[in-house]
Every structure is written in C-alpha cells, then in structure tokens.
T-cell receptor, first 116, second 116 residues
Framework: GAVVSQHPSWVICKSGTSVKIECRSL??????MFWYRQFPKKSLMLMAT?????????EQGVEKDKFLINHASLTLSTLTVTSAHPEDSSFYIC????????????FGPGTRLTVL | DQQVKQNSPSLSVQEGRISILNCDYT??????FLWYKKYPAEGPTFLIS?????DKNEDGRFTVFLNKSAKHLSLHIVPSQPGDSAVYFC???????????????FGTGTLLAVQP
C-alpha cells in the first residue's frame, strides 16, 4: 500500500526556535499533501493543502508566516514552525493523495512537537 | 461550526458482538465519506469509504451505511475484536471533477473499546 513517513517522530525545542518537519511519500508520487494538527482528545484540524510546485493553501485562522510549507517535489513536503512557542506544542500529521481528484489520503505517523 | 459530528466520544463492546459507530454531517455538498482508525501517537489508517451514489459498502468485517436524507452514516464492525480498539474518525469530502484533491473534514472521533 501507499506509505507516508514523517521525520522526526518527536521533537523538543526551546521557545523562539524553528522546527522543520518532513513528510515523504515513499512508494508513490503525491500531487497533493495535507498538513493537520491534532490537539489532545480533539479532531484532526486541517492546517493547509500543499500542491507540488505551487504555494500552499492555508485554512482560515492558520498563520502562513508561522507555519511555512514547502512542497518542492512529488514525494516531499515540509512544514516549518517558525519562532515556536509553547502553544504550538501539538501532534502534527501529514497526508498524501495519489493524484488530483483522488479522495483517499494516506497519513504519516505524525510528529509530536513540544516547545519548552 | 462542526460540519461532521460524532456524538459518541466513546463506545464499549464485548468481543464478538457488533460495534456501531455513528457520524452525522450538515453540509449537503459532501458526496464522499471515509472512516479512519487511529491509535495514539500514530497517523490515521484508512478503513473504508462510500460514495453518495451508494447506501452501503462492505469490506470484510466492516460495513458503512449512508443515509443521505438524514445526513447520517454509520460504521458496523462485526464481529468486534480486541484489536479493533482505537479511535475511529469519520471524514467527509465534497469532490470536484477535474480539480485539485479535495480536503477532508473530520469528525471528533469515537474511542472504541472492545472487551475480551
């Protein structure tokens, strides 16, 4: 099946630093990747939709300058949390879709970010 | 505004019995629905999906029923097994033909516990 990886699986950083999270589709090319955030005991909240070679589309309320997304290739998208603060601590999950119009998304294992 | 709702935060079922997880939606533009299973600190795993042109889709022990007039769908697991214990999310999408992959709107999840 389609496999999506994320790196790192967990990260602890100091307040004010930036953290980059990678999302890779290992055995398929993903035209579109998505970034989600999950708060404890809450649903997955879509942050942004990332299309290869173009700017990401951010959901309402998500700061694009805070959460920088780059989708430079069909197998890699990165999310950079800039100037992280404790309230950015969360579980970040990416997903990838096989092709445009294909609704099934394959999810990565997630990245636990803790900002001290 | 929660467009996809799972009103039961948790469900406990005996092994071998049927598990029924429910999901309601409000947006009549949704035409594709999916169920995902999620373990703690992992990404969601796709289980089963259904298009709005159908009212039932079955895959092994998993069956999804869709009632469009009631804007309600349910996931039946039979027989339930202890390994099914996890959080189950329903998700909905409004597909566009020829456009970019559509985003999924997730429900809040139901924690299923299957007792041995």
């Amino acid at each position: 099946g389609a496999v999506v990886s994320q790196h790192p699986s967990w990260v602890i950083c100091k307040s004010g630093t930036s953290v980059k999270i990678e999302c890779r589709s290992l055995d398929f090319q993903a035209t579109t990747m998505f970034w989600y955030r999950q708060f404890p005991k809450k649903s997955l909240m879509l942050m942004a939709t990332s299309n290869e070679g173009s700017k990401a589309t951010y959901e309402q309320g998500v700061e694009k300058d805070k959460f920088l997304i780059n989708h430079a290739s069909l197998t890699l998208s990165t999310l950079t949390v800039t100037s992280a603060h404790p309230e950015d601590s969360s579980f970040y999950i990416c997903s990838a879709a096989l092709w445009s119009g294909y609704n099934e998304q394959f999810f990565g294992p997630g990245t636990r970010l803790t900002v001290l | 505004d929660q467009q996809v709702k799972q009103n039961s935060p948790s469900l406990s079922v005996q092994e071998g019995r049927i598990s029924i997880l429910n999901c309601d939606y409000t947006n009549s533009m949704f035409d594709y629905f999916l169920w995902y299973k999620k373990y703690p600190a992992e990404g969601p795993t796709f289980l089963i999906s259904i298009s709005s042109i159908k009212d039932k889709n079955e895959d092994g022990r998993f069956t999804v029923f869709l009632n469009k007039s009631a804007k309600h769908l349910s996931l039946h697991i039979v027989p339930s097994q202890p390994g099914d214990s996890a959080v189950y999310f329903c998700a909905a999408s409004a597909r566009r033909y020829g456009g970019a992959t559509n985003k999924l709107i997730f429900g809040t999840g139901t924690l299923l516990a299957v007792q041995p």
